[in-house]
Each structure stands twice: as C-alpha cells, then as structure tokens.
C-alpha cells in the first residue's frame, strides 16, 4: 500500500492526500474553466441572432403560427359557409373559401415567422 493512501477502516482506501501546492494548482485550472464557460455563456446570450427555437420566444413564435393558421382556415370555413347560405350553392362557396383561407393562413404564417420576401433562402435548406 502507497504511504500515500489511508485505509477507512473497511477494507477500502481513500483518495491520496494531495499537498497544498497541488490543490492549489487544480483549483487554478477549474476557476479559468470556469471563467472560459461564464464568457461564452455571455458571448450566446448577448448574440442578437440567437437561435429563436431554443427560446421560451421560440415557443411563443410556434403557438401564433398555430393560431394563425386555424384563424386563418376557420375564417375561410366561415364565410364560405355564409355565401353557402345566402345564395344556396352550396358546397363551392365552402369549397374555394376554404381553399382561399387555407392560402392566406401559409401566407399569414410566412410572413410572421420571416421567410416571405425573403432574398437569400434559409439556413439549412434551399
């Protein structure tokens, strides 16, 4: 056995004592990883272009494209169905109402998540 180690009195040993010089060295080198980590935690919360689906804003951007789009396609039921009853020709004004709605819902939902006129095509796909 090591002169190093101490036995806990149940067969197993502790971890070596180390000298002062040494811990003061290990606990040098976990402080500047430390520091290294806290900076490039700073550097990515300060980054305006942040990946906005990594966020609790990303979360919120996915429930108004949700909502927008059952706006969108309820609406265009809703008038189709009104235009149904009014003139009796049911079901093409149900028909191309949905259609329109269901267009202007992918529209509506472009153009809020920012890919609608856009010049260059997104990241990661053409």
């Given at each position: 056995m090591d002169d190093?180690?101490?036995?806990?009195?149940?067969?197993?040993?502790?971890?070596?004592?180390?000298?002062?010089?040494?811990?003061?060295?290990?606990?040098?080198?976990?402080?500047?990883?430390?520091?290294?980590?806290?900076?490039?935690?700073?550097?990515?919360?300060?980054?305006?272009?942040?990946?906005?689906?990594?966020?609790?804003?990303?979360?919120?951007?996915?429930?108004?494209?949700?909502?927008?789009f059952v706006a969108g396609v309820l609406v265009g039921a809703g008038l189709g169905w009104g235009i149904d009853y009014l003139f009796g020709i049911a079901p093409w004004g149900m028909i191309v109402f949905l259609l329109l709605g269901f267009g202007a819902s992918v529209v509506n939902m472009m153009r809020a998540a920012g890919e609608f006129g856009r010049k260059t095509p997104p990241k990661g796909g053409a």
């Open positions: 190093r180690e101490k036995t806990d009195g149940q067969g197993g040993t502790d971890k070596p004592d180390l000298s002062d010089s040494e811990l003061s060295g290990r606990l040098r080198g976990l402080g500047s990883a430390l520091q290294r980590v806290q900076a490039e935690r700073r550097a990515e919360e300060a980054d305006p272009k942040a990946d906005p689906t990594s966020t609790a804003s990303g979360m919120a951007l996915a429930f108004r494209l949700g909502a927008e």
